[in-house]
């Protein structure tokens, strides 16, 4: 459960992380992405635990209420899905069309950037 808790926070983080405040980033990048504790995070900032665990779960609330409202993560994760189906299906029914895989492969390379 935590690691999926600390993927999916990760993944929100990714599209959403630039409508957070410095600290807000500041703390979710070393809790999430770096695996620090709350206590070093705390000795880092020179602030209570408590106040970075607060900060945390208020900023995560903040991050799934983005997603809730504007989907940027469900359609990413949708599309990518979307694309490997089309990918397999062609790959079956059309292996030696250079002019659909080279759709795909643009379709791949557009959500990769995204």
């Given at each position: 459960?935590?690691?999926?808790?600390?993927?999916?926070?990760?993944?929100?983080?990714?599209?959403?992380?630039?409508?957070?405040t410095e600290k807000q980033r500041s703390y979710m990048l070393l809790y999430f992405a770096d695996?620090?504790?709350?206590?070093?995070?705390?000795?880092?900032?020179?602030?209570?635990?408590?106040?970075?665990?607060?900060?945390?779960?208020?900023?995560?609330?903040?991050?799934?209420?983005?997603?809730?409202?504007?989907?940027?993560?469900?359609?990413?994760?949708?599309?990518?899905?979307?694309?490997?189906?089309?990918?397999?299906?062609?790959?079956?029914?059309?292996?030696?069309?250079?002019?659909?895989?080279?759709?795909?492969?643009?379709?791949?390379?557009?959500?990769?950037d995204e």
């Amino acid at each position: 459960m935590e690691i999926e808790r600390t993927n999916r926070m990760n993944a929100l983080f990714d599209f959403y992380g630039s409508l957070l405040t410095e600290k807000q980033r500041s703390y979710m990048l070393l809790y999430f992405a770096d695996d620090y504790s709350l206590g070093e995070i705390a000795e880092d900032f020179d602030v209570s635990r408590q106040a970075i665990y607060d900060n945390i779960r208020r900023t995560e609330q903040i991050l799934m209420e983005y997603e809730r409202k504007l989907h940027l993560l469900d359609n990413f994760n949708q599309s990518e899905k979307t694309i490997n189906e089309l990918s397999l299906y062609i790959k079956d029914h059309y292996p030696k069309d250079e002019t659909l895989q080279g759709f795909v492969q643009r379709l791949k390379k557009d959500t990769d950037d995204e």
